[in-house]
Structures are given as C-alpha cells and as structure tokens.
C-alpha cells in the first residue's frame, strides 16, 4: 500500500533548534515498548529509545547500543557488547539486565508484538556489558528485529514503580535514545529535546521536537499549509494533487490486508468465488490508490 504524507522541502535542513509535526493522536502516542502499536508511537519511541541496533540517516539497519556483535558459524548463537558510552536520562548507565528485563517485560505483557523474539530460545547477560542470544534457528533478520522498539530496553525499577501509567508523563520514564521528552499537554501536543549525553549527540542537526497530536486530516493539511507543522502523517486525499510540488510524497508501505466473507449469511452473491475474488482486487484497488 502507499500513504501519503507532507514533508517540508525545508525540514532537512542543518542545526535547527526546533520543528513541530505531526504524526498521530494522543491516543496513538503510546511510549511504553511492551505496548506500542502505532506508527506513530513507534516513530516516536524511535528518537526517545534506542535498542541494540538503530536506524542510520538513510534508513539503513546499523549498530545502535551494541558496540560489536558477533555469530557463531551455525547462526544460532549472538553475541553483543554493549557500547561503554551509553547511559539513561538520570545518569545511570544502560546495562545488558535492561535488555533481558525488557525482553521478559515484552513476553509477559502479551501485547501486539509480545511474540516478536519467538525465534530467540534463550538470553543471557554473562556481565553489565554482555548480552548472549541463543536462537531456534538461524536468523539473517534478527538485526532488523533488534531495531525494532518492542525490544529496546526499559528500566524494570520505573516500570514496578508506575505500573500502568509508565511512560504516560514525561517524568515516569527514563531514556537511552537522542531524545528525552520534557512536556507532554495531553490532547495537545508533545515535546522532545535532544540529549547532550547520548553518545552521538553531535550527530543530531535538530534541539527540539515539538509533536502536534491531531486525529483530523483536513486539520493537519491547513496546519502544514500555514507553516505550524513541517510535516504530516496524512493529507485529504481528494486535494492531494493540488499539494504537487509542495511537499507531498508517497511512501511504499509494508501491510497486509484480508478480505473475510461471512459464507454462511444467506447470500447467494458471495457463494460465487469470482465474486469473492473481485471484490479483493477492488478492495487492494481502493487501498493502493
């Protein structure tokens, strides 16, 4: 599928001190790992947390909290050193427990991606700046999974601490990744900035994030049309042609959709499987284009 979004020509420019977009409701901006779902809430556990592996510039797949990480000859065993640089928000160094708390956290929790590590059999953390995976069976992938926020680490004394309500407010977490969240105004917008003790701040061109959570399509085109916003999730697809030029790309998208037909309603229409089938290719149609 493809989705269609507004970037700012502008919002890649160098060493700003501060942009503001949006990217999803209130109710989409879920910071607990264990719990997120969303792409947005994703997206944005992705500059407040980092894993083992993180995103590069270009999108590419590279070594985040890990220094190194080392397969045996069979695939199945993992080996990471964790970097000697990285620390929480309040100071406290990122240990390799983090990670096997958080992973313990994620299956226990049962949420959307709880199986996520279903090919890892065991994990261990020999000392604080080792972490050993044992898999089912070889797994070339394992990085792009490692990347992932469902498996970025938590700190398991905030988690006990707040319970439910972890990560809901700026002061019930703590954060590893390049951001740290300094206000959120529930409803209304969410702010991030940027972490001068994470280990490659230097690389890091934007000071602040301000994310705008808004539900309505029309509301965040008129908001990127008059400057508030630098970049939107979404736009009215009925005047996306008059965007051209303006920002307006369309991103390749990764989902899966399924067609259920109720067989045993009493409707003869859907006994047919050519019918069926056409009403799938008119269904991908409408969601492609």
């Known amino acids: 599928s493809e989705a269609l979004l507004l970037l700012s020509t502008g919002a890649l420019a160098e ?3 501060s942009i503001s977009v949006c990217a999803g409701s209130e109710d ?9 779902d969303t792409l947005e809430g994703l997206s944005a556990c992705r500059h407040i947390f980092e894993g083992l592996y993180k995103l590069d510039q270009d999108g590419n797949i590279v ?7 080392e397969t045996s000859e069979d695939g199945l065993t993992w080996t990471f050193t ?6 929480w928000s309040d100071g406290e160094a990122v240990k390799a427990a983090d990670f096997i708390y958080s ?3 994620l299956e226990a929790e049962s949420d959307s991606y709880s199986s996520l590590l279903n090919m890892v059999s065991s994990y261990e953390a020999p000392d604080d700046q080792t972490l050993v995976l044992t898999l089912e069976f070889p797994c070339a992938y394992l990085p792009s999974i490692l990347c992932f926020p469902s498996t970025y680490p938590v700190r398991q004394d905030l988690v006990e601490e707040f319970g439910e309500s972890y990560a809901t407010d700026p002061e019930k977490a703590v954060y590893n990744g390049a951001y740290i969240v300094t206000d959120w105004t529930h409803q209304a917008d969410l702010t991030m900035e940027k972490r001068a003790e994470y280990y490659d701040a230097d690389s890091i061109t934007v000071d602040e994030i301000v994310w705008q959570l808004m539900t309505d399509s029309t509301t965040k ?3 990127f049309q008059s400057g508030e916003i630098i970049f939107s999730d979404a736009v009215v697809e009925e005047t996306a042609s008059s965007l051209e030029g303006m920002g307006l790309q369309y991103e390749s998208g990764y989902n899966n959709y399924t067609c259920l037909f109720n067989l045993s309603s009493g409707n003869e229409v859907l006994q047919d499987a050519n019918v069926r089938k ?3 290719l008119r269904s991908e149609e409408r969601r492609v284009g």
Not at 30 to 36: E, F, P, T
Not at 63 to 69: I, R, T
């Open 28 to 36: 989409a901006m879920n910071l607990n790992a264990a719990h997120v």
């Open 278 to 280: 056409a009403l799938c």
């Open 82 to 87: 964790l970097r000697g640089d990285i620390n």
């Open 15 to 17: 060493n700003l001190p």
């Open 221 to 223: 085109q008129a908001a």
């Open 63 to 69: 070594l985040g909290q890990a220094a190194s990480a």
């Open 103 to 105: 992973w313990d956290y």
